[in-house]
């Protein structure tokens, strides 16, 4: 089994987000950078399908900064054998323009799985793994929460609004991971110390300027502040009366 | 200028979530044709008129019985190449999401991914996307010919705005793809997704053990059929409730008229989920809870008892 794995660097979930002067970006001073979660799961699908086949290759490509070269050995740690960090100072703000430098860089070899997390939790975009996938041909399945693979034929499943939907498809394709999918593991000390000797590779790239301009990062708009109705049982009819007679929704 | 607006079916009928789209692809002025992709006439394309299609086009393939996402996406595109529109407009729904860059990469271009807001600026397109779970707002000019947009489920209320809706049906001749739904294996009937309820009541630790979710579900029952029980995190990893009804940033993105939070602390990883919410109501026994700052009503107390109180009152107004 040959498999890639697509990760990102991104803030912290728990980030306190500040804007920075340019009032079109975050502030990036003091923020901790981690990889994506749903990438966790690509990655950790990408160990078990090696495992399991008992030979083969996990690579790790990553667009982004220099710094996310800690992010690749994140996953180096956890086992994979490679990285790639294609290093451009920003992420393009435009994710067509994103997804044709993975796709330019898993062009140059076979693949018989592309891993990617669903979506990265800083920009939402939730598309980078299906634009590839369309670049390169490959059959695609999205959202992907539980996985069987035999041979070169793929059963997953994927959530949809009121069911599970069962999908069918041949490898090689390009998958994205949800959660559920698997429990990431926790990168052990021999992992991390194995991790400093992999190889990771740095390759230069140049964006192209994409269809989208930032005009603004603000912050969302303030909720109108909100009433404590009362303590206990006893308030939950005047929270009743308000429903109905001040916010409308009952 | 014309707008293409993407409608969804299942099993032969229409998804609600359509006439979202619609109103939002009204509101960039011009004209809308709305656009679905089935394999017989959809029960309900028609409503696509009420909320402002001028045409209503069916485009027809027997792969279409079931979701078929390479050979819808390459039905849509071709007809976007032919049509000239300015705007594709998706939903930003399971289907919407898989869908919606399958079509924009065979245009090359991207999506304007989970809008909360669309608007014409001259040639381009002004959009406003959370990102940042939320804590932040990104406006972006979309200079692309076409745009490609996903919308943010339940924030677009849908508008009556009724237009001719002249219907076309043409049927494409596209392969039937790789990628091939088997089956859907459906929900309990009754059972409403969190995504498209229009009332969710919300569990966190707070209630204590699995079994006691039902004193939500008996809640969400006085509603009748509108509300769906959703749960934080830390319910969802203990495995008391699926993943499916997760809210937060690792589940579903939720922006119903009105949100009941019960025995949730409020981590921003729930609150990127539900902030969006138009009513919050927060139910906690810990005043200081970080959820009572983003609720506009709170109630402290134990939810034990709370909450059965205000299930009575829900059952005497639907009495």
């Given amino acids: 089994m040959k498999i890639a794995v697509c990760i990102k660097r991104v803030p912290d979930s728990e980030t306190r987000v500040k804007i920075a002067a340019d009032g079109k970006s975050l502030d990036e001073a003091g923020i901790k950078f981690v990889l994506n979660p749903y990438d966790e799961f690509a990655v950790e699908e990408a160990l078990r399908r090696k495992e399991q086949a008992g030979a083969g290759e996990v690579a790790v490509i990553c667009l982004g900064p220099a710094a996310a070269q800690e992010t690749i050995r994140t996953a180096l740690a956890m086992g994979a054998d490679r990285g790639v960090l294609l290093q451009a100072d920003k992420i393009p703000i435009d994710p067509f323009e994103t997804a044709k430098l993975i796709a330019a860089e898993l062009k140059g070899a076979t693949w018989d799985l592309i891993l990617f997390g669903r979506m990265a939790i800083d920009d939402y975009n939730t598309q980078v793994g299906p634009l590839v996938a369309e670049l390169l041909g490959l059959p695609c399945v999205t959202a992907v929460s539980h996985l069987d693979i035999e041979g070169t034929k793929g059963v997953a499943e994927r959530e949809i609004e009121g069911g599970i939907e069962v999908v069918e498809f041949p490898l090689p394709a390009v998958l994205t991971a949800d959660k559920g999918l698997n429990e990431p593991r926790y990168p052990a000390l021999k992992g991390i110390m194995a991790a400093k000797k992999k190889s990771l590779e740095v390759k230069p790239v140049q964006a192209g300027a994409g269809t989208l301009e930032i005009v603004a990062l603000t912050p969302p708009p303030d909720r109108k502040e909100g009433k404590i109705v009362g303590e206990g049982a006893g308030a939950v009819g005047e929270l009743v009366r308000l429903l109905r007679e001040e916010a409308k929704v009952l | ?319």
């Fill in chain 2, 1 to 319: 200028m014309t707008t293409l607006a993407v409608l969804e079916q299942r099993d032969g009928v229409l998804r609600k979530i359509s006439h979202e789209v619609v109103t939002a692809a009204q509101r960039l002025g011009g004209s809308v044709e709305a656009v679905v992709c089935a394999a017989a006439p959809v029960q309900g394309a028609d409503q696509a008129a009420k909320f402002g299609a001028d045409k209503i086009v069916t485009l027809t393939n027997p792969a279409f019985a079931k979701y078929a996402p390479e050979a819808c996406a390459q039905a849509l595109a071709d007809r976007a190449k032919q049509g000239g529109y300015r705007t594709i407009v998706f939903a930003a729904s399971a289907t919407g999401k898989d869908l919606g860059p399958r079509v924009a990469a065979k245009l090359g271009v991207g999506v304007a991914a989970d809008l909360t807001d669309l608007v014409t600026d001259g040639d381009a397109l002004l959009v406003t996307r959370p990102v940042y779970a939320g804590k932040a707002l990104l406006k972006v000019k979309v200079r692309s010919q076409p745009a490609v947009a996903s919308l943010r489920p339940n924030v677009f209320t849908p508008v009556e705005r009724p237009k001719a809706g002249a219907a076309e049906t043409v049927a494409v001749n596209v392969l039937a793809g790789r990628v091939t739904v088997r089956e859907i294996k459906a929900a309990p009937a009754g059972t409403l997704d969190v995504a498209e309820a229009q009332i969710i009541i919300s569990g966190g630790r707070g209630l204590k053990e699995p079994a006691n979710f039902k004193v939500l579900e008996e809640l969400a029952r006085a509603f009748g059929g509108r509300a769906a029980v959703g749960a934080s995190r830390a319910v969802v990893d203990a495995g008391w409730r699926a993943h499916a009804d997760q809210v937060g940033q690792t589940g579903k993105t939720v922006s119903p008229s009105l949100y009941i939070a019960v025995g949730i602390s409020g981590a921003i990883q729930h609150l990127a989920g539900m902030r969006t919410s138009k009513v919050i109501v927060a139910i906690n026994k810990d005043k200081d809870a970080p959820i009572f700052k983003v609720a506009d009503y709170g109630v402290v107390g134990d939810l034990f008892e709370i909450v059965p109180r205000l299930t009575e009152e829900i059952r005497k107004l639907h009495g």
